[in-house]
Structure formats: structure tokens, C-alpha cells
């Protein structure tokens, strides 16, 4: 069964700081990967997705990711953070046997922001 | 708004209760996905249902059970409550053709006194 590792339970940046979450997975087949974040009280807002193809992938609010196959990781990069990125971010494998794509996510990543 | 809509968004019940939790799906999405939230847990898949049927299903409890109706819209009903059921439980849709992307709902907050 496939799996997936946060290591870092909890990050703080000072804003204008750069910024990496690790993610790890453990996948038999080539994994569709997903960045996901969840302000408080709100549902989960795709980041961004990795199918297949270029390994360094965009997504939205400036960050990206990259798959790297040979350390089956796929970790969020941001270049400069901003306070409203203050939320907990969730990295996610797709399972697609059987005929479902349902995620299976990490224990996510809680970033604080300082001012 | 992400096109998916759940409610009721809050809801305080007792243990042994019964309750109901209702999603709707982005329009054009056939499948429907129910997942629970809780911090010693973490973001759990229960079911899955796919235009109408049983696709998939996961750590889902006997006390729990899911349909989807045919205008799509699915229920989650979880029965016997315990203090242990208190959590979010997001409903997701997708497309689900190809590479697959789930969009998620705004949850659904039950707390079991």
C-alpha cells in the first residue's frame, strides 16, 4: 500500500524567507503527486499536481515542486513567503488500481509565518 | 468556493446519535469521495462512489455507511456516535477519467458530547 512521510510536523519562516516541505512516498508504480493546503476552518485547496513529464512543476500562490524519482520525494518549494501562507500543507499519492483515484495524504506540515 | 458544497458545516450531537452528512458535487463530477479528519488520525479516505455505485472504500467503520443518488449528490450517514467520531469529514468530487484531480469541500465539523 502506498504511503506518504511529512517529516516536519511544524516549520516557521519569517516572511520575505524561503521555503521547503519535504515529502516522501512510498509508491510500486509511478505516482501521481499532489500538493494540497488547508487554511484554518477551510477545506483543502489544490496546490499543485504531478502527473508525468517535466519533474519541476508550477503552482499556484508561487509555489512549486519536484518529483525526484530516485529519492521518491516531492517537495513544496517557495521562494519568498508571504504572511498569508500561514496554513498546513498536505502531500498526497494517488492511488489509480483498481479504478480509484482516491488520495492518500500525509500527516501535513503547519507553517507559521513571522512577521 | 470550490464548486463542491457540504452541509451542514457544523453539528453537535450526542453519543449513540445519528446523523447525516450531505454533499454535492461540482457539476459534470461523477465521483464523490468522503474523508475524515482528525488530529490523531489525520486526513483518512472512508469511501469512494462513483455514479451511483460503490467504487472504493477504505477505513470506513461499520457504523458508517454512504450512498450517492442519481442527481449525484451523496449522503454519509454515521450512526452509534461515539466521542471518537468527532471530526472534519470533507466530501471531494472529481471527473475521474485519466489523470484525476479531487476537489474538496469546506467539511463538515461534527463534535460528539
Known amino acids: 500500500a502506498q504511503s506518504v512521510t511529512q517529516p516536519d510536523i511544524h516549520i516557521t519562516v519569517s516572511e520575505g524567507a524561503s521555503l521547503e516541505l519535504r515529502c516522501n512516498y512510498s509508491?510500486?508504480?509511478?505516482?501521481?503527486l499532489f500538493w494540497y493546503v488547508q487554511s484554518p476552518g477551510q477545506g483543502l485547496q489544490l496546490l499543485l499536481k504531478?502527473?508525468?513529464?517535466?519533474?519541476l512543476v508550477q503552482g499556484i500562490k508561487g509555489f512549486e515542486a519536484e518529483f525526484k524519482r530516485s529519492q521518491s520525494s516531492f517537495n513544496l518549494r517557495k521562494p519568498s513567503v508571504h504572511w498569508s501562507d500561514a496554513a498546513e500543507y498536505f502531500c498526497?499519492?494517488?492511488?489509480?488500481?483498481?479504478?480509484?483515484?482516491?488520495?492518500?495524504f500525509g500527516k501535513g506540515t503547519k507553517l507559521s509565518v513571522i512577521p | 468556493d470550490s464548486g463542491v458544497t457540504q452541509t451542514p458545516k457544523h453539528l453537535i450531537t450526542a453519543t449513540g446519535q445519528r446523523v447525516t452528512l450531505r454533499c454535492s458535487p461540482r457539476?459534470?463530477?461523477?465521483?464523490v469521495y468522503w474523508y475524515q479528519q482528525s488530529l490523531d488520525q489525520g486526513l483518512q479516505f472512508l469511501i469512494q462512489?462513483?455514479?451511483?455505485?460503490?467504487?472504493a472504500k477504505g477505513n470506513i467503520l461499520e457504523r458508517f455507511s454512504a450512498q450517492q443518488f442519481p442527481d449525484l449528490h451523496s449522503e454519509l450517514n454515521l450512526s452509534s456516535l461515539e466521542l471518537g467520531d468527532s471530526a472534519l469529514y470533507f466530501c471531494?468530487?472529481?471527473?475521474?477519467?485519466?489523470?484525476?484531480?479531487?476537489?474538496f469541500g469546506a467539511g463538515s465539523r461534527l463534535t460528539v458530547l
Open positions: 471531494a468530487s472529481s471527473v475521474e477519467a485519466g489523470a484525476n484531480v479531487l476537489t
Open positions: 509508491y510500486g508504480a509511478t505516482p501521481y
Open positions: 504531478y502527473f508525468s513529464g517535466d519533474t
Open positions: 498526497a499519492v494517488q492511488d489509480s488500481g483498481a479504478g480509484s483515484y482516491q488520495l492518500t
Open positions: 457539476s459534470g463530477d461523477l465521483s
Open positions: 462512489y462513483y455514479n451511483g455505485e460503490e467504487r
